[in-house]
């Protein structure tokens, strides 16, 4: 209110603090002494813990979370995420709330989301256009003077900045101004940002910004830069030296600086981390808890006898399990510590069916093949033939006895691999005949005249992105352009639901390893769990800035891993919703996800060619495979976990030691709290062999119950 700020505007006139008066008055758009409807609160809580935040029109968010306050030089230490003294105007006490809340005397103010014409007012406060490039080059000339550990941080800054200043000079329509900007500096940053300067260099006026989700993103999420305390301080004495008042504004406005304490970061470390649409995660993204040990196997007895082939193909399908010596299930591994509590998440009842199949489970893993450098699998690869580049998704039951294509003419087709063939259930009618009370009703109730290797199921109206077979073969799951998931009956071989939820495209879908619960992801940036009995989504999980490309479950089903064209991956807890890991280091759109079977690590493929490895518990990258040439589609753990598949539109697979990969970690304390990663650089030392296709990309990997490799692609003849 106009009484409170003219009290503060005087205060500051009066302590000669000027600096903060000028920005306080341009905050809060006065000139002179006339008032502009708009608010200026003061935080004054406790001594040495103020900020002066003024809030424009439309403009819901305070400075409290900003990391730092314009005018920090009166006073304090900026910490990284507090408020930072200003100056204590007496008895005010406005408390500043955190993200868009103004809680002024109690009464709580609560924005939603900026709209976009919110969003984009903040680039109203302007400094003069034809200084733009000046100010860019001298920043640039600083850092690139600076001492060498201080430029490998300080570089950060380039790319959010140009981007900002340019979209800056755009929204103010200075178009020709913004153009020369643009070209003379464009060239200066890294390379894995080239798509999104194309994205930005068809922005050049102020109407183009309005529809543009890329730029509404980099808008509203704040861009997280990592910075060393000294590097920190060393920028801000020179921003502040100079008067550079308009980039200053930036860094406060636009930027998260995530200050740590210790040594800088080598270019080595911070190219290894960065790349995302939003900067690195926040070390505080990547420090809850996270239950990643797997669930205790149930208990029940094992029949001897190896003869028992009737459950051959039953219905049934366990989790990936470490072998038993014994045939004797009841003898069960000890709780994991690491383990979430067994009744976390409610997870449907065991039949007998699952029981059965569990049980042959296990005889295969008894004749389960010890993989090793020594010892590398057998690959058997399914060709697509005359598929007419029409294949885009795959997936195989983990028994291996079906696999299933998605196609671009929104067919799913589904064959068998073994001789058995697929049948259907007989009609009601004929079913009524049948007598229940026989050993063999199982058999009975299917059709000999169905029979027939491969099923087409009709049902979707645009290509099919996503394909997944439920645990026990009961179900098959696909997903389509046409915004729907669809679950089949692989009894019947019909469409039993159609799951409405996004309105745009899904790419990926999945099966819990348990069934009932499954997860979809697509155009709309957020991935939904569902349970099959179920319309409509159980959780929503929003937070990607971009479409989530690929989705996978935890082993113990507690957690789902996302993977999006924000060239982020994210882990998020089933039971709350929670994000509860932002994971950044690939440079472009996140194609493939694979847990290892102990549920400590996860690997992620991309269209960078670049395989990295992830520490669940600490939150840490552990290790970079390089070697493919194009985008990575597949990747899959052997059953022990002891090698690791990844298949790549380059046509090839190539196997890597994982237990070399995952051994000797260094996550000490301080990496954990830095994020300062030392990546080998041995990924070469850790590639056990390399398979070409004729010219096959290869979509999907799968290994057997006895580590059997299978890999799936459609041969293209270009």
């Known amino acids: 209110d106009r009484q409170t700020l003219v009290a503060v505007l005087q205060f500051l006139r009066r302590s000669n603090l000027r600096e903060s008066e000028e920005i306080l008055r341009r905050e809060a758009r006065l000139l002179g002494d006339e008032l502009g409807g708009s608010v200026a609160t003061v935080a004054a809580s406790s001594p040495g813990l103020a900020a002066v935040a003024a809030v424009p029109p439309g403009k819901g968010e305070a400075r409290g979370d900003r990391g730092v306050c314009p005018s920090s030089r009166e006073g304090g230490t900026p910490g990284s995420g507090e408020p930072v003294c200003c100056s204590q105007p007496p008895g005010l006490s406005v408390m500043l709330g955190h993200k868009g809340r103004l809680s002024v005397g109690g009464a709580v103010v609560v924005e939603d989301q900026p709209d976009v014409s919110a969003v984009l007012s903040a680039y109203n406060q302007q400094g003069d256009p034809t200084l733009y490039e000046e100010y860019y080059s001298g920043l640039k000339h600083f850092i690139e003077c600076s001492l060498d550990c201080h ?6 800054l380039f790319y959010p900045l140009f981007v900002h200043m340019y979209l800056e000079l755009v929204y103010n329509q200075h178009e020709s101004e913004a153009k020369s900007f643009f070209e003379r500096f464009h060239g200066d940053q890294e390379c894995y940002y080239q798509d999104d300067l194309r994205v930005l260099s068809s922005l050049t006026k102020k109407e183009h910004m309005k529809g543009n989700e890329t730029m509404l993103d980099f808008r509203t999420s704040k861009f997280v830069l990592r910075i060393s305390r000294d590097s920190y301080q060393l920028l801000k004495r020179h921003l502040q030296e100079k008067q550079n ?10 930027l998260y600086i995530d200050i740590f304490d210790g040594m800088p970061r080598s270019k080595q470390q911070i190219d290894a981390m960065v790349g995302s649409l939003a900067g690195e995660a926040k070390r505080e993204a990547n420090k809850a808890k996270v239950f990643f040990g797997l669930l205790k196997e149930p208990e029940f007895d094992v029949p001897l006898d190896d003869e028992d082939e009737e ?3 039953e219905e049934g399908k366990p989790k990936k399990k ?6 004797v299930g009841s003898k069960s591994k000890k709780q994991d510590p690491n383990a979430p509590p067994q009744n976390r ?17 296990m005889k295969e893993a008894a004749r389960r093949v010890r993989l090793g450098p020594e010892c590398l699998p057998s690959i ?11 294949l885009t998704a795959v997936d195989i039951t983990d028994d291996s006895s079906m696999i299933v294509g998605g196609f671009a003419d929104s067919t799913v087709r589904v064959w068998s691999v073994t001789p058995k063939k697929l049948r259907s259930v007989k009609t009601a009618a004929d079913l009524s005949l049948i007598d229940k009370e026989s050993d063999d009703v199982l058999e009975r109730i299917m059709d000999e005249k169905t029979a027939s290797e491969l099923k087409i199921l009709y ?5 099919v992105y996503g394909t997944s077979f439920s645990p026990d073969r009961n179900y098959l799951l696909s997903c389509s352009e046409d915004g729907t998931v669809r679950l089949w009956s692989l009894q019947t071989f019909t469409c039993l639901v159609g799951y409405k939820g996004h ?6 879908t999945q099966f819990s390893p348990y069934g009932y619960y499954f997860v979809s992801g697509g155009h709309d940036r957020v991935a939904r769990l569902w349970a099959t009995d179920h319309y409509q989504p159980l959780r929503i999980f929003a937070g990607h800035l971009a479409d989530v490309t690929c989705t996978r479950f935890h082993p113990n089903s507690n957690y789902i891993a996302t993977g999006s064209a924000d060239r982020t991956i994210r882990l998020w807890d089933v039971l709350n919703g929670n994000c509860v890991r932002i994971f950044t280091g690939h440079k472009g759109p996140i194609h493939s996800l694979a847990f290892s079977p102990n549920g400590r690590f996860l690997a992620t493929g991309a269209t960078d060619g670049r395989v990295l490895l992830w520490d669940i518990g600490h939150g840490l990258m552990v290790g970079e495979l390089k070697g493919h040439t194009d985008t990575i589609y597949a990747l899959r753990f052997s059953r022990d976990g002891e090698i690791l598949a990844s298949g790549s539109m380059d046509n090839t697979v190539r196997l890597w030691d994982a237990v070399k990969a995952f051994e000797d970690l260094e996550t000490d304390d301080f990496t954990t709290a830095t994020g300062h990663i030392n990546l080998p650089e041995n990924s070469q030392d850790l590639l056990l062999g390399t398979y070409m296709t004729k010219s096959t990309p290869v979509v999907h990997l799968h290994f057997t119950r006895r580590n059997l490799l299978l890999a799936a692609g459609a041969y293209s003849s270009q």
């Open 151 to 156: 430029r490998a941080e300080l570089s950060q």
């Open 245 to 254: 008042n308009q980039i200053w504004n930036i860094v406060q406005e636009h």
């Open 311 to 313: 459950g051959e193909n």
């Open 322 to 327: 470490k072998p038993k010596k014994d045939n």
């Open 345 to 361: 998440i409610p997870l449907p009842e065991l039949k007998d069916s699952d029981k059965l199949d569990k049980v042959m489970n």
């Open 380 to 390: 058997c690869f399914y060709t697509f033939l005359n598929a007419y580049q029409g």
């Open 459 to 463: 049902g979707h109206s645009g290509p």
């Open 503 to 508: 309105n745009y495209p899904v790419w990926d």
